[in-house]
């Protein structure tokens, strides 16, 4: 793994070499099990919270991998970068898929139950996560695509970013978001508690 940080426009980590080949193939081939979003879409899934139908084993054992392997990266993650992790705390993974066209619009420094948020690029092409200093601001920087790696951030309220798919993508953008929350905030906000 290697680690680079960056306090422009605000402090966030570019990380690269997190997943091995065959890491990045399994959450690959478990993203090609699942539905495909429309055109300008979007697709999302949190990893581990029964969403799935569980009467198709393959899809819950391809599950149960992911889910294993994104557990120990962003454990390693958040080792090496020296955040404390409290009985508090939990680890959410949400898989999205955004198809061609899609544009959230939204520029956001996400919500205040998420403490450090990872995005991690799975598909082969993409485009980055778009960083800016404020909410009405021109893009200030725009993370460079890195499959079996990505960016992270622990949020502030001026971790202002947005993402999108362009309509000149040649295939759908596919991520990994890794969460440390607060366990109960956030179970909440997801439908969980």
């Not at 980055?128 to 499959?147: H, M, R, V």
């Not at 790696?149 to 040649?170: E, I, L, M, V, W």
């Not at 990994?176 to 969980?192: P, R, T, W, Y």
């Amino acid at each position: 793994m290697h680690v680079t940080k960056f306090e422009e426009p605000w402090t966030h980590y570019q990380i690269s070499d997190i997943l091995t080949t065959n890491e990045l193939s399994t959450l690959r081939a478990f993203s090609d099990s699942l539905d495909a979003p429309a055109d300008g879409q979007a697709y999302k899934y949190f990893l581990g919270t029964d969403q799935l139908v569980k009467d198709n084993e393959e899809i819950e054992s391809q599950e149960i991998a992911c889910t294993e392997i994104l557990t120990s990266a962003f454990t390693n993650i958040l080792n090496t970068l020296e955040i404390v992790v409290e009985d508090s705390h939990a680890m959410y993974f949400e898989y999205m898929n955004l198809s061609p066209g899609f544009n959230w619009d939204h520029i956001h420094p996400d919500s205040p139950e998420k403490l450090f948020s990872f995005s991690l690029h799975v598909s082969a092409t993409g485009r980055g996560t778009d960083l800016y200093t404020f909410p009405d601001s021109d893009i200030e920087k725009t993370i460079p695509w890195n499959p079996g790696g990505g960016f992270g951030f622990a949020r502030t309220d001026t971790t202002y970013h947005n993402f999108q798919a362009p309509d000149d993508s040649d295939s759908n953008r596919i991520t990994v978001n890794l969460f440390l929350a607060n366990k109960a905030l956030f179970d909440k906000k997801i439908g969980l508690a």
